[in-house]
């Protein structure tokens, strides 16, 4: 089982940029797919990101496109999200999550983080 810690997070104005990490313990994450999700408040945890396990494919929900890049260093064990032109309602906490492959097409998630708190100012 691979143990997934996120940081990064923060308070920033609308329009500012951030950049998450997750960083994995107790295994290598070099044969997952690692994805990023969200939580708002009052809200359901919605997907943000996913990249495959060579890194050369992203999957981007609407909502992020062309603002966050997830990109993944498997020599690292680190997986970042680089969030730019931040709106207020980013806000949410952020988690990180490994999949070691896919059911009807879509990447199953059995490892998650505890979470990382991004606030957005406006």
């Known amino acids: 089982q691979v143990q997934l810690v996120e940081s990064g997070g923060g308070l920033v104005q609308a329009g500012g940029s951030l950049r998450l990490s997750c960083a994995a313990s107790g295994r290598s994450i070099s044969s997952y797919i690692m994805g990023w999700f969200r939580r708002a408040p009052g809200k359901e945890r919605e997907f943000v990101a996913h990249?495959?396990?060579?890194?050369?494919?992203?999957t981007y929900s609407d909502s992020v496109k062309g603002r966050f890049t997830i990109s993944r260093d498997n020599a690292k064990r680190t997986v970042y999200l680089q969030m730019n032109s931040l709106k207020p309602e980013d806000t949410a906490v952020y988690y990180c999550?490994?999949?070691?492959?896919?059911?009807?097409?879509?990447?199953?998630?059995?490892?998650w983080g505890q979470g990382t708190q991004v606030t957005v100012s406006s």
């Open positions: 999550a490994a999949s070691s492959g896919y059911v009807r097409n879509e990447p199953l998630w059995h490892s």
């Open positions: 990249i495959s396990v060579s890194g050369s494919s992203q």
